[in-house]
């Protein structure tokens, strides 16, 4: 019913790709062309694994909600809530609850608050970083 996937945008991944450069040139200036030739293979690989695995999926099916590899029924979703920008900023700062799960990045501004109504679990609230909040939450008041 809705499936988002977060990646982490190319200029954070380029940032990394280069400070992993940057140590790759310390380790030429130290050793040999060899080893940096492998460290450069290294910090190569490692920022593709760093791409794949800091990727996130937010889908919705008609009886869970899956944010990576974290899930809940439907069933005990009580309220959705649409964040603004600012919203966002202070609801992962200020205005945050310790015990909240938090799906959230930094490069995300806008998210969605979505409280829960289990008893059992000590989380209040999930908050969830999307680039799509607007279809998240209609999705979820559509189900609820």
Same mark, same amino acid.
């Given at each position: 019913?809705?499936?988002?996937?977060?990646?982490?945008?190319?200029? =954070? #991944?380029?940032?990394?790709?280069?400070? /992993?450069?940057?140590?790759?040139? @310390?380790?030429? %200036? !130290?050793?040999?062309?060899?080893?940096?030739?492998?460290?450069?293979?290294?910090?190569?690989?490692?920022?593709?694994?760093?791409?794949?695995?800091?990727?996130?999926?937010?889908?919705?099916?008609?009886?869970?909600?899956?944010?990576?590899?974290?899930?809940?029924?439907?069933?005990?979703?009580?309220?959705?809530? =649409? #964040?603004?920008?600012?919203?966002?900023? /202070?609801?992962?700062?200020?205005? @945050?609850?310790? %015990? !909240?799960?938090?799906?959230?990045?930094?490069?995300?501004?806008?998210?969605?608050?979505?409280?829960?109504?289990?008893?059992?679990?000590?989380?209040?609230?999930?908050?969830?970083?999307?680039?799509?909040?607007?279809?998240?939450?209609?999705?979820?008041?559509?189900?609820?």
């Amino acid at each position: 019913m809705f499936r988002e996937v977060i990646r982490p945008p190319l200029w =954070l #991944l380029g940032f990394i790709y280069f400070l /992993l450069l940057s140590l790759v040139v @310390a380790i030429w %200036a !130290a050793f040999d062309n060899r080893s940096a030739f492998i460290a450069w293979i290294v910090a190569s690989i490692a920022t593709v694994v760093i791409a794949i695995t800091a990727r996130s999926v937010i889908s919705i099916d008609e009886t869970e909600l899956r944010i990576g590899r974290a899930h809940i029924e439907l069933k005990y979703l009580n309220e959705v809530e =649409l #964040l603004t920008a600012g919203q966002m900023r /202070l609801s992962r700062t200020r205005d @945050a609850d310790p %015990a !909240a799960y938090l799906a959230i990045t930094f490069w995300i501004s806008t998210g969605v608050k979505i409280t829960l109504k289990d008893e059992r679990d000590p989380t209040p609230y999930w908050l969830v970083s999307s680039r799509k909040p607007e279809e998240l939450t209609n999705t979820l008041y559509k189900l609820l």
